[in-house]
């Protein structure tokens, strides 16, 4: 999106307007059309989260390392529910669930497209993100950017 561009050599403003339209447009867009009125019996955010830091992050050689997460970032499965209770993360952080999904994200930056659903805008607050950037932060990671979408 040219944000590791440099003003002197680059057109930041253009490049960022070419990966809005060629890129996340497009992922915009695909992400209407699969998430629609989808509904699932479980959402294991930190799961995945964990998998991936481990499974790609983790090894990796690259010098920076990202994560585009493109969710609605509502935790659900059986042990642990962003719906059962409001979000707090030092509560989180006591429990031995908060052990064992902890992600490896040492300099990994997380970029979130923040999924809005009407149904759950009261869930869908500052404090909902604010649990994300301390579950991210604990784990050694950056959220560099929350984009809402609607």
Do not use: C
Request: proline letters at 3%; zero cysteines; a positive charge.
């Amino acid at each position: 999106d040219g944000r590791d561009k440099s003003e002197l050599t680059s057109n930041k403003r253009r490049l960022r307007q070419k990966w809005e339209e060629l890129f996340f447009g497009r992922v915009v867009d695909a992400v209407d059309e699969l998430a629609g009125e989808h509904h699932s019996n479980q959402s294991p955010i930190l799961e995945m989260m964990k998998l991936v830091s481990i499974k790609s992050m983790y090894k990796s050689k690259a010098e920076e390392k990202r994560i585009v997460m493109i969710s609605d970032m509502l935790q659900h499965t059986r042990r642990y529910s962003h719906y059962k209770t409001t979000p707090d993360f030092s509560n989180f952080n006591a429990t031995p669930y908060s052990i064992e999904q902890k992600p490896q994200l040492s300099d990994v930056d997380v970029e979130i497209l923040y999924l809005i659903r009407g149904k759950d805008i009261l869930r869908q607050n500052r404090g909902h993100i604010s649990f994300w950037e301390q579950y991210v932060s604990t784990a050694g990671g950056l959220i560099t950017r929350v984009k809402t979408i609607n």
